[in-house]
């Protein structure tokens, strides 16, 4: 296994910004490549996110580092990364412009691909690029000899754990896209259209949809000496503003800290015990046996319990193995909440020992 780099990062120099999204004008874009594809010539244009937030915010340096990442998600969530423009015969034909993906924050694909006429005008949006992350090969952190060591890696920046995304990665994926317009065979199921609201089967998501502002999120991955006790224990901080997308995503964390079940689901009730059989794709990939239990008197959720359905990749291909969950829930406003989130080994029937934990805080409107 290759070691990870650290890099310790600091920003200095402050240049004139100006945040409006990709129009005709490149002015505020760097080119940074340029290839042949068919008859085609495509110029490569990157905008860098950091440089464009220390414009924004002269004192960017100065703020923590939980401040730091969050205004580099909603940057990156409603801003142009790369514009990659298509020419012949010294024409510009179109602009495949790669901005963020506010409506799958927590999916796997945080960008899609907006396919523009060489007037501007919109063609279409892909919104299954299947391309997200935070830091960036063309980002000027990078270009120095020992920045360069970081790309493709995983390396510490603002507390965190985070990879340095391969331009390669981009230019493979949004290539192909274009070869596939050219050719005019873009399949359906790849361009955006409007998803299908999934409505809530019990109250809680009810009042979270309609209350909670946002939450902080404390994700601890929790290690063990030989007797039980803690002896490792790695914290990390995430926020989240849009409990719905979250929850509805396929990312493991978000579908964990407030399962999104459906008013279609099957569900079989005995009692204060409610087993949830899903017809989401999501609920499906990590949960399974699910049993939510409510309070005899309110009714309301108190806790659901399960297995949790962990998935691996490697070179004999996918696997997978349960571990078991709960998330317990409790008063928040008017509704009880998912607040302690937890999965371990099978044999750990009271989760004396989780491998995991989440710990969820909530603003309500």
């Given at each position: 296994m290759k070691k990870l780099l650290f890099l310790t990062l600091f920003i200095f120099h402050v240049v004139c910004l100006n945040l409006s999204s990709f129009s005709?004008?490149?002015?505020?874009?760097?080119?940074?490549?340029?290839?042949?594809?068919?008859?085609?010539?495509?110029?490569?244009?990157?905008?860098?996110?950091?440089?464009?937030?220390?414009?924004?915010?002269?004192?960017?340096?100065?703020?923590?580092?939980?401040?730091?990442?969050?205004?580099?998600?909603?940057?990156?969530?409603?801003?142009?990364?790369?514009?990659?423009?298509?020419?012949?015969?010294?024409?510009?034909?179109?602009?495949y412009e790669l901005l963020g993906n506010p409506k799958n924050l927590r999916g796997r694909s945080s960008f899609s691909l907006n396919v523009q006429t060489a007037d501007g005008v919109l063609e279409k949006n892909i919104d299954k690029v299947n391309l997200s992350g935070e830091f960036f090969e063309h980002m000027v952190l990078f270009q120095s000899e020992r920045g360069k060591q970081a790309i493709g890696k995983?390396?510490?920046?603002?507390?965190?754990?985070?990879?340095?995304?391969?331009?390669?990665?981009?230019?493979?994926?949004?290539?192909?896209?274009?070869?596939?317009?050219?050719?005019?065979?873009?399949?359906?199921?790849?361009?955006?259209?409007?998803?299908?609201?999934?409505?809530?089967?019990?109250?809680?998501?009810?009042?979270?949809?309609?209350?909670?502002?946002?939450?902080?999120?404390?994700?601890?991955?929790?290690?063990?000496?030989?007797?039980?006790?803690?002896?490792?224990?790695?914290?990390?901080?995430?926020?989240?503003?849009?409990?719905?997308?979250?929850?509805?995503?396929?990312?493991?964390?978000?579908?964990?800290?407030?399962?999104?079940?459906?008013?279609?689901?099957?569900?079989?009730k005995s009692g204060n015990q409610v087993k949830v059989n899903s017809r989401l794709e999501n609920i499906n990939h990590y949960l399974k046996d699910i049993s939510v239990f409510l309070n005899p008197t309110t009714r309301q959720v108190e806790r659901i319990s399960g297995k949790l359905i962990i998935h691996g990749y490697g070179s004999e291909g996918h696997s997978t193995s349960d571990m078991l969950y709960v998330a317990e829930f409790a008063p928040i406003g008017e509704s009880t909440l998912p607040k302690n989130i937890k999965y371990t080994g099978l044999n750990d029937r009271e989760f004396k020992k989780p491998a995991l934990t989440i710990d969820v805080e909530y603003e309500l409107n």
């Amino acid at each position: 296994m290759k070691k990870l780099l650290f890099l310790t990062l600091f920003i200095f120099h402050v240049v004139c910004l100006n945040l409006s999204s990709f129009s005709q004008n490149l002015k505020e874009f760097k080119k940074v490549d340029k290839f042949k594809l068919s008859d085609y010539t495509i110029e490569v244009y990157f905008k860098d996110p950091l440089l464009e937030l220390i414009k924004a915010y002269p004192n960017f340096d100065e703020k923590d580092n939980q401040a730091k990442h969050k205004l580099l998600s909603d940057y990156l969530r409603h801003n142009s990364l790369y514009v990659f423009q298509s020419i012949r015969k010294n024409k510009v034909q179109k602009n495949y412009e790669l901005l963020g993906n506010p409506k799958n924050l927590r999916g796997r694909s945080s960008f899609s691909l907006n396919v523009q006429t060489a007037d501007g005008v919109l063609e279409k949006n892909i919104d299954k690029v299947n391309l997200s992350g935070e830091f960036f090969e063309h980002m000027v952190l990078f270009q120095s000899e020992r920045g360069k060591q970081a790309i493709g890696k995983g390396i510490q920046i603002w507390g965190y754990f985070v990879k340095i995304e391969p331009y390669e990665t981009f230019k493979n994926r949004i290539t192909e896209l274009i070869q596939m317009d050219i050719e005019n065979s873009i399949p359906v199921d790849l361009l955006a259209k409007n998803p299908e609201t999934i409505e809530p089967l019990f109250d809680y998501q009810r009042f979270g949809l309609s209350r909670v502002k946002n939450r902080k999120v404390t994700i601890s991955v929790l290690q063990y000496d030989s007797l039980g006790n803690v002896l490792n224990k790695y914290p990390r901080v995430e926020n989240d503003e849009d409990l719905y997308l979250s929850s509805t995503s396929k990312e493991l964390i978000w579908v964990m800290a407030f399962p999104w079940f459906s008013a279609q689901d099957s569900v079989v009730k005995s009692g204060n015990q409610v087993k949830v059989n899903s017809r989401l794709e999501n609920i499906n990939h990590y949960l399974k046996d699910i049993s939510v239990f409510l309070n005899p008197t309110t009714r309301q959720v108190e806790r659901i319990s399960g297995k949790l359905i962990i998935h691996g990749y490697g070179s004999e291909g996918h696997s997978t193995s349960d571990m078991l969950y709960v998330a317990e829930f409790a008063p928040i406003g008017e509704s009880t909440l998912p607040k302690n989130i937890k999965y371990t080994g099978l044999n750990d029937r009271e989760f004396k020992k989780p491998a995991l934990t989440i710990d969820v805080e909530y603003e309500l409107n």
